[in-house]
C-alpha cells in the first residue's frame, strides 16, 4: 500500500458496513450474554452461593414478567 493509496478518501471503509451495527435482537443477545457471563463470574467467585443468589432474586422480577405478560 502506497501513500498515494491511503490518501484516497473514496476507498470502502468498513464504517460503511451495515452489519456492523447492532440492531433490533442484537442488543437483546448482547444483554443476555452480558447477564450470563455475569453469573458465572458470581459463581466463580462465590461458589454455591453465587448460583443460587442471582437466581432467587431474579424471582420477583421474572413474577412481575409474568403477571404483566397475562394482562395483555
Given amino acids: 500500500m502506497s501513500l498515494a493509496d491511503a490518501s484516497d478518501l473514496t476507498t ?6 451495515h452489519g456492523a451495527e447492532i440492531t433490533g435482537a442484537g442488543w437483546v443477545y448482547a444483554i443476555v450474554a452480558l447477564l450470563v457471563v455475569l453469573w458465572g463470574t458470581s459463581i466463580a ?5 453465587g448460583l443460587f443468589i442471582p437466581a432467587v432474586g431474579a424471582v420477583p422480577v421474572i413474577f412481575l414478567a409474568l403477571v404483566l405478560i397475562s394482562r395483555g
Avoid at 467467585?45 to 452461593?49: D, V
Wanted: glycine letters at 10%.
Fill in 45 to 49: 467467585l462465590f461458589g454455591i452461593p
Fill in 12 to 17: 470502502h471503509s468498513h464504517a460503511d458496513d
